[in-house]
């Protein structure tokens, strides 16, 4: 597997109302990219259909040679596992301690204690104690649930890591933490990573690729280090905002 995603001429509507409009790019292996863009850009949405919780209008996702439009009808056809997935919101379940969390896919397959030993490698992976292991999700901070929830999203390697505003809420300290683990995990575990980020500086800092949308479509993509260098005026006034430069 080369873990590269190809999105083509992608199109998505709810109803009579057109969201994202032809849009087209490829993340290569092991690389790491990050969409940015005012709020209501579409950003969420885009990731939602590039996982496949969301139907497009017009236009085709590719994982590798797996064609994901396909997956949408047969979701047997590409396996779950190929997919770890980082959700605003950490979509953590309150019932279930913290390694039943991140064990959560093969919580009746395993025996216990081969669950909470694996629990407790993936949480020193995040930079975790192994006494968070038996704590519940209502015990933990912000920035302790985004770390579990990053664990969880890794647990069973997947060659695609997925996060939508994985440092929303959280100070700039606590958000830089985490934007450090996921650099760091997508090099140790060679993981091609897709996100969307309200924090600009953080994107810009920790991942290859940055691509910006607005007005319904892709503005500008490309290496984070030539941002500075964008002529596209909506993206200009948008890094003006952002206090970035």
Known sequence: MENNVKVENLSIKFGNQIVLKNISFNISSKNSICVIGQGSSGKTTLLKCIIGLIKPFRGDIYYDDTHINKYLVNKNEFGLKNLGV??????????????????FKDLYKKSKKQNYNESLSLLKMVDLDHDVASLYPNELSG???????IARAIAFKPNFLFLDEPTAGLDPIKSNKIFKIIKGLSKKREMTVFAISSDIKGAVENFSEIIFLANKKIHWKGKSTKLKEATDKPLSNFIKNSNLF
Do not use: H, T, Y
């Not at 019932?95 to 991140?102: C, T």
């Not at 920035?143 to 929830?149: C, D, S």
């Open 143 to 149: 920035g302790m649930k985004k770390r579990v929830a």
């Open 86 to 103: 980082v959700f605003q919101k950490d979509a953590l379940f309150d019932s279930l301690s913290v390694w039943e969390n991140i064990m």
